[in-house]
């Protein structure tokens, strides 16, 4: 069949597709049986699976159910919805507990207790409600902003539209989980891929009572802003939460102790299969509400919280070929293609292999029969491989010397900390040279956290890339729109909105962009704390011409190993031409503090030695918080530099050399208290 006869069917797919999802969601009238509709589903996908160039925002793959969002409003969460950071050993729990210790400045004999609580896999919900009325409820959304989704949540019994208690709170978000029993979801699995899906689609409803017919339910566990709330801790509050009328958890426990955490979280997953709703861990969050407020927050996720997954799902499957997908960064990753096989309701076709010695270590061959495991619910792998029922022609599987897309050599970089070398290989071409690496860094440009262009997916990337449209990220925003107007698949319209899209993208935030160049070891949070290192992208950009890479290592947070991939960024003549013509033809906004209380603005320092009863993890958080910066050694640049029990004798000759200011613990904290 050739392209034009592809995607000629694909879009009356597509098209019918539409047509019954609008019957079904929204007029609830459908005009097909659920296995007709089932194998629609089907027949798209696998046109899309076989056929890269096919692409629809209306796709089964990219919508579920009927999708109004233009008839839901969004709105600003009061308190961000934060997301967790993972553990899935003791030792990962045992590392959690020794930070909090740190950061608090305790012993290890110190006890913390823990409300632990079996995490609902449902949709995130919060709930405002003001002199006990409910006044409206959002969805997560990212995190800052959300749909209101009101009309919506009334329709569930479980969530009390007034409460009349003397000591609920004049205001405050309460935060959820919105879910399908397991029973229930029995009569809706034909319409649904799983309980979740279900709850995701029963919300999104352009009509509420459509959403009253799906029997959805909601468990409360936190809550987001607060005005005069009277509660001093966690377990306290789930406590109150249901004599105000909310359901919680009947799994939850308050826990002392990282051995009695595991022995819970054994007792509980051997319950998990007899529940009557999917749990994927157990979320363990500090108590104590004064010390979960001395903790705060780290990048986008609580320090007092974190969420214990559990073991992952497994099932055999044999290898019918390794691939070697090549990354932004240059690594060389591994893939196994296996035998479809189903896990934990998800149908896994992919596993990674990790690196060379991974393969190396376990023996991994085409042909072998392997346990695939999800890990952490989350990452399929081989978890071990049946040497017995290995063909008689098996032979070992040999890594690439050479990249498969450049030609050019791959090593495996020499570690300076481990003293060995790393277990990634890597291609060694630099800048743009490998076209597997520049398409790697062109998703990259445009992803989520990145530049986000809305319509600019990996799949358009890849299109592009083939037609010689885009080569370089400037090529994005100098677009040939002709020429893409007489594309099969591509009309005035698409091309208008495609334009639209990049057009609005043209300002953006100097971390952002900074983050969209894709530099190696240079996440979001590091491109933060670089962006407000220089504040402006002509400073930014003229690192190129001052060099002074190793100023960098004065930015808390920014190591040699940071410091090394920039320099090797800068130092390449086509990441320069990529800077200087980007900055031609954006508008990248410098960085505006957002802090309010900026009494240490501009002011820095550094601590040497013990300081008596609060940490150097606290102590920093401190600064930050009053807009000061920490800076990793003595200099001209530093202020202050504040000195605890048995500091290091040559910062201080350092310091006093400098004509720097030389304070105690105490002397600052009255820097403190004169500025608040």
């Known amino acids: 069949m050739k392209k034009k006869e592809i995607e000629l069917k694909y879009k009356k797919l597509i098209v019918l597709f539409k047509k019954y999802n609008k019957h079904y969601f929204e007029k609830s009238s459908p005009l097909v049986s659920d296995k007709k509709y089932d194998e629609l589903k089907k027949n798209i996908l696998s046109l899309e699976k076989k056929n890269i160039f096919l692409n629809s925002k209306d796709s089964p793959s990219k919508t ?31 590392n959690f507990e020794k930070k909090i210790l740190n950061f608090l400045n305790k012993k290890n004999n110190f006890e913390l207790s823990y409300s632990a609580e079996p995490k609902i896999d449902g949709i995130s919900a919060s709930l405002s409600y003001k002199n006990g009325k409910l006044e409206k409820g959002l969805s997560r959304g990212d995190g800052k902003e959300g749909e209101d989704i009101t009309a919506n949540l009334l329709t569930i019994s479980d969530i009390p539209h007034t409460i009349s208690s003397n000591d609920f709170p004049e205001e405050i978000d309460i935060r959820g989980e919105i879910f399908i029993k397991n029973t229930d979801f029995e009569l809706l699995k034909d319409k649904f891929a799983n309980p979740r899906n279900a709850a995701s689609g029963s919300l999104r409803q352009k009509n509420p009572e459509d959403t009253k017919k799906i029997p959805l339910k909601f468990i409360a566990y936190t809550f987001g802003f607060e005005k005069g709330l009277n509660v001093d801790n966690q377990f306290e509050f789930l406590k109150k939460l249901d004599q105000w009328g909310f359901k919680t958890n009947p799994l939850n426990q308050l826990i ?116 695939v495991e999800r890990a952490g619910d989350v990452i399929p792998h081989i978890l071990s491989v049946h040497i017995e029922k290995r063909p008689k022609k098996s032979i070992k599987f040999l890594f690439p010397d050479k990249c498969p897309s450049c030609g050019s050599e791959t090593l495996k970089e020499f570690n300076s900390v481990t003293k060995k070398n790393d277990a990634v290989r890597r291609c060694s071409s630099e800048g743009y040279f490998c076209n597997k690496m520049s398409i790697e860094k062109l998703k990259h440009f445009v992803s989520k956290e990145a530049f986000n262009i809305d319509g600019f997916g990996k799949k358009i990337v890849e299109s592009f890339w083939k037609l010689n449209l885009v080569k370089f990220p400037q090529d994005i925003f100098n677009l040939d729109y002709d020429k893409i107007e007489k594309l099969e698949g591509w009309g005035r319209l698409s091309v208008e909105n495609l334009k639209y899209s990049i057009n609005d993208k043209k300002k953006i935030s100097l971390e952002k962009f900074i983050y969209a160049l894709g530099i190696r070891h240079i996440g979001l949070e590091n491109a933060k704390l670089i962006a407000k290192y220089f504040g402006s992208f002509l400073k930014f950009k003229e690192l190129s011409k001052t060099k002074k890479y190793k100023d960098l290592l004065n930015i808390d947070g920014i190591g040699e190993t940071q410091v090394n991939s920039i320099t090797n960024f800068f130092s390449n003549n086509t990441n320069l031409e990529v800077i200087n013509k980007l900055g031609n ?90 500025t608040s």
């Open 64 to 94: 579920v159910g009927f999708k109004p969002a233009k008839n839901f409003k969004k709105a600003l969460h009061r308190a961000p919805m934060l997301s967790l950071s993972n553990a899935f050993s003791e030792t990962d729990l045992l």
């Open 256 to 371: 002392i102790g990282i051995k009695n955490l595991i022995k819970n979280y054994e007792e509980i997953e051997k319950k998990r299969a007899n529940l009557d709703f999917d749990i994927d861990g157990i979320v363990y969050k500090i108590n104590d509400f004064v010390l979960q407020k001395r903790l705060g927050y780290v990048a986008n996720a609580p320090r007092w919280a974190i969420a214990h997954k559990f073991s992952s799902n497994k099932a055999i499957s044999e290898i019918l070929d390794i691939d070697i997908q090549i990354g932004r960064t240059g690594a060389l990753t591994p893939v196994a293609k296996i035998k479809p096989i189903n896990i934990g309701g998800v149908l896994v076709s992919n596993a990674t292999l990790h690196n060379e010695d991974e393969i190396k270590r376990k023996d991994i061959r085409i042909g072998d029969t392997v346990t």
């Open 585 to 674: 033809l954006l508008t990248i906004s410098n960085l505006i503090s957002n802090k309010k209380n900026k009494s240490l603005q501009n002011k820095t320092f550094l601590v040497t030695g013990k300081l008596n009863g609060i940490s150097r993890a606290e102590i920093k958080s401190l600064i930050e918080e009053h807009s000061g910066i920490i800076v990793s050694g003595v200099s001209k640049k530093l202020n202050y530099l504040i000195v605890g029990e048995k500091p290091t004798k040559r910062k201080i000759e350092s310091a006093e050399q400098l004509k720097t200011n030389i304070i105690n613990q105490e002397e600052f904290l009255k820097m403190l208290d004169k």
